[in-house]
């Protein structure tokens, strides 16, 4: 799947192209390493998490929340930095 969002991480609702499961997606600065982000469809959450970024910026760690029908699911993907 590749989707494209453009906005700012202002926590404000922004379209998003390519992804059948949402048509909206906001982003919100928590501090200087931590966005928490949230994906809409026609008004509702259907997804949200959050992206941290290590203090030593070799790792990123996305938590994410969602629906699968009308069971809840959670994933939690790390990605290290390549040099």
């Known amino acids: 799947m590749h989707s494209e969002w453009r906005g700012n991480f202002d926590g404000h609702d922004y379209p998003v192209s390519g992804d059948p499961n949402s048509d909206m997606r906001s982003y919100t600065k928590v501090n200087d390493h931590t966005l928490k982000f949230a994906g809409k469809k026609n008004g509702q959450v259907v997804s949200s998490g959050t992206i941290v970024i290590a203090?030593?910026?070799?790792?990123?760690?996305?938590?994410?929340?969602?629906?699968?029908?009308?069971?809840?699911t959670k994933s939690v993907a790390v990605y290290d930095k390549v040099k």
């Open 55 to 72: 203090p030593d910026g070799k790792t990123r760690t996305v938590t994410s929340w969602g629906m699968n029908g009308r069971k809840k």
